[in-house]
């Protein structure tokens, strides 16, 4: 089982929808991988109706440098949370993460994501149908409470009562969002917590972690946690997950790789699309649909736009940097972005 097969201090590339996607995640491994990496969310009543089902199983694509990969799912119906989860199985994924954590009042007005830390009951039948269903460990990432750090003691006991393989503690309640800093000074009574409820619970700590240095650092100051997830540290380093200091040469090889990425990615999916349509007969995970409905769907899988926001990670910090990146996000295609980075 994965969790017991990662080294203590293991370190996570954090979930982050619209970001940790199957390109950004072999920009990372090219970079300097963590030891574990988590796709973005997917949502399992999405996942369980067949209009949906199409867009989750694309967000579920994985690449070869991408294992070890969690599943991260969220949702609130108990059902639908068993039927994800036996399927994920069958994808190759080595976990299944469940997320009781986010706080997007979509997801929250769903009943999902943090809103599962007011509905601990359903959390917990959640998190216990998906265990039913499926031999892959599953494991839990959340946050302090909704709108109180205190809420931790009740919340993380109700959770860790599940003994989930491993928990993931976002350090701050769901109002606090990420505008504060992360509460380090509550990790010691989370040790405890786990070490007297579940210790077989692997606990990750999660919230403002910058680098590699910076894990070993936490690392030396809470030795029993197990391991370290880092979300935001990557924009300002793709190589966060490494010591090393990346030169301009290298940031700008990691932007082409991402372009090209983009571009295969954008070919690759319309292609297995079209193919699915045309051949009905072939099993396969993405559900059969109406052409019709699959060539609007192609239109809009890539679109350019999205792609722009991970320019600053790469053109930043260098003479020029500024003006070089002004001209990318006037640009409209990946052809027209790689033409000025042949001119750059
Ligand atoms: C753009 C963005 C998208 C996120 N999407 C997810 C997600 O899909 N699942 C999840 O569990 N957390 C998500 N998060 C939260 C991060 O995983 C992480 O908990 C949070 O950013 C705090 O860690 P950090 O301070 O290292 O960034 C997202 C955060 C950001 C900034």
Redesign the pocket.
Known sequence: MIWDELKKPFLIL??????TDIMFRQVIAKAGRPDLFFT??TNVSSYASEKGRWNALERLETAPTDSPIIA?IWGKNPEHFAMCAKDLEKLGFSGIDL?F??PDKHVNKAGGGAAMIKTPELAVECFRNASKSTNLPVSI?TRLGWDKKEEFEIWLKTLLSEHPAALTV?LRTKKEM?KVPAHYELIPEIVKLRSEISPQTKLII????KDHAHTLELHQKYPEVDGFM????VFANPYCFTDHQPTQEELMELLKLHLDLYEKYENMLSRSIFADVANTERPSPVTTGARERSEKACSHIFPYEPLKHFFKIYVNNFPGAKELRAKLMETHSVKEAKEILKKA
């Open positions: 954090a979930p982050m929808e619209g970001v973005e969310f991260q997320n954590g986010c990432k976002h990420s999660n919230g403002d972690i880092i979300g935001r540290g």
